[in-house]
Structures are given as C-alpha cells and as structure tokens.
C-alpha cells in the first residue's frame, strides 16, 4: 500500500543530468514529498523534500508538478558517486504516521 | 561529528538470546525513531518516541522494547531473538513530529540470529 511509484531502475551517464520520476497520484494537501537515498550498507541520506513549490540544494533539484500528483528529483551532474537506490516518500501527518515507509525505490546506475 | 549514531554496526547471536542496540543523537531534536529493513529492502517504522514519550508502536511483537532514558538516547532492546527477527534496523532522529522536519538516519545495526 505504497503511495509512491517510482522505476525499479535507471542508467544515467556520468556528467549528465540524472531525472527520476515519481508518481504520489492519492498525495494530501498537507503532505510532504521526500527524497533519500541508500546506498550499499548505509544509512538512508537525506537530499531534499517540497511541499508545493520546485525546490533547489546543493544536491538536487525538486521539480513537482502542479496538481503534485508527481514529482521529479534531478541530479543536475551525476557522478559514479551517485550509483545508489533513490526512495520517494510522500510524509503524512501523525494521524497517518503509521503509512510512512519506503517501498523499493528506484536504484540508479551512473555509467562512466 | 556524527549526528546520529548507533551500537553495535554488526551483531550475531543465537536464537533465544536477548540483545540491545543502543542509539544517541547530538542535533537536539525531540524525536526519535527505530526503523526495520527487511530482506526486500522495505524500510518500516517501528516504535518513534517524542520527549521521551511513546508516540507510535507499530504492529511489532513485544519481545521488541524501546526504551529513552533522555530526548537524546533512544535503545531497542530485543527479549528472546528468533530468525525472523534477521535485519537492518535504523535509529532516526527529526526535530519534531512535524511532517515539514527531516528526519535523519543512523548508519544502521545489522542484526543476524543463527
């Protein structure tokens, strides 16, 4: 029961823009959409989140479309560094915290 | 300076034994939070603790104990182990419950019962 869809993989060259689609279709109005990622035997790190508005880190940039039933996390130079499984989360509130858990993300492959 | 820290990285031990991973956070925030990542990689909330107040259990067998002694610490503490119980398990802290804070991860314990 997952409220996010993400691609189980993508490549991406190294130096190019990595662009990773999310879909959070049954999103609330008072509901975050969060990006980690994970990679091998570490700790989920976290890189950026939005409520409405596109947002920009040192990172990455978050594009969400307008009616934010989806959203689009772009690492503008990704670099080998990168290679890592990309989890897009949508935060509910206390009363749904229960539903907050990262499903099996999009694992991405930067090719030298 | 690592903001979220957790002991030990890698445990082994028998099936029946009981086990504690400890977790302390340096960034002052109010909540704290166990996770569990299973063998599909799913990353599942366990027990999150605001002031040391209980504020989430999920459905986890009691065998399963958090304890918070302080706003900093955050302990799992795991009575008679089974091979189920096989996982990754992530301490996390956030400023507070508010769904705008980040929540931020540990390195993970890696727990193995043979």
């Known amino acids: 029961d997952a409220k996010t869809t993400q691609p189980p993989s993508m490549d991406c060259a190294e130096g190019r823009a990595a662009n990773l689609p999310c879909n959070h279709s049954?999103?609330?109005?008072?509901?975050?959409v969060y990006w980690y990622r994970q990679i091998h035997s570490q700790g989920p790190q976290y890189i950026i989140h939005g409520l409405k508005n596109n947002e920009t880190n040192e990172m990455a940039s978050l594009i969400i479309t307008e009616d934010r039933k989806s959203s689009t996390l772009i690492l503008p130079h990704a670099t080998l560094r990168d290679t890592a499984v990309y989890y897009c989360i949508v935060r509910p509130n206390l009363s749904n915290f229960n539903k907050f858990y990262f499903g099996s993300g999009t694992k991405l492959n930067v090719k030298p | 300076d690592t903001a979220v820290s957790q002991t030990p990285k890698y445990l082994v031990t028998q099936m029946g034994n009981d086990k504690s991973i400890k977790c302390e956070q340096n960034?002052?925030?109010?909540?704290m939070y166990w996770y569990k990542q299973d063998s599909k990689k799913f990353l599942k909330i366990m027990f999150s603790y605001n002031n040391k107040e209980l504020i989430i259990n999920e459905t986890v067998p009691n065998r399963f104990s958090p304890k918070s002694p302080d706003k900093a610490h955050l302990n799992l503490h795991i009575n008679s182990l089974e091979l189920g119980d096989s996982a990754v398990y992530f301490c996390?802290?956030?400023?507070?419950?508010?769904?705008?804070?980040?929540?931020?991860f540990g390195e993970g314990s890696w727990l193995t019962v043979v």
């Open positions: 049954t999103i609330s109005g008072n509901e975050y």
């Open positions: 960034l002052g925030h109010d909540t």
């Open positions: 996390a802290s956030s400023l507070n419950l508010d769904s705008g804070n980040t929540i931020y």
